[in-house]
């Protein structure tokens, strides 16, 4: 009897953790292409911000890319002149915003995918444009397919980010 009364709680506790956990489930709590907006890109402003037409400025969740104004830092032109290549004016892209909408500056903080269904931000973090110091912080609970594909990069000859180590960002 002793036994039923404190296993209970602990029962309809695993209950609710469960029945969470499967809600959850469904839409893996990550962004989704199909439920993304569209917009066409009117210029790169660096190799982790971009100005989409009606948006304004928009910075990508999970990519810290180095800088290219002020204090122009290692392979920080080469990201901006990748993200320019694949990201020209008038593309079409799909975004979601993140769980925080905008950082300190004002940019609004989104997932961007390629028309293919790629997402960009998992392109660049698998090309190396991240650090492990990330402005988008506070957006980190759904940044998981990139921090996946940070993982996977580890590692690879090819950073854009590697000469950085060491030096502040």
Not at 79 to 108: C, H, I, M, N, W
Request: aromatic share 8%.
């Amino acid at each position: 009897m002793r036994l039923r009364r404190t296993a209970l709680p602990w029962l309809v506790a695993v209950a609710l953790v469960a029945a969470f956990l499967v809600a959850r489930s469904r839409d893996h709590g990550f962004p989704s292409f199909d439920d993304a907006d569209g917009a066409r890109v009117q210029r790169v402003v660096d190799g982790d911000t971009v100005r989409l037409a009606g948006l304004g400025s928009v910075r990508l969740i999970g990519v810290n890319t180095p800088e290219v104004y002020g204090h122009v830092q290692c392979f920080g032109p080469e990201a901006s002149a990748f993200a320019k290549s694949v990201l020209p004016p008038g593309t079409r892209v799909r975004y979601q915003v993140g769980r925080e909408a905008r950082d300190r500056y004002g940019r609004l903080l989104a997932y961007v995918w390629l028309e293919d269904g790629r997402l960009f931000n998992g392109i660049l973090v698998e090309r190396g444009g991240t650090s492990r110091r990330s402005s988008t912080a506070s957006s980190r609970p759904s940044t998981r397919p990139s921090i996946d594909a940070a993982s996977r990069s580890r590692g690879r000859s090819r950073r854009i980010t590697g000469a950085t180590r060491g030096r502040s960002t």
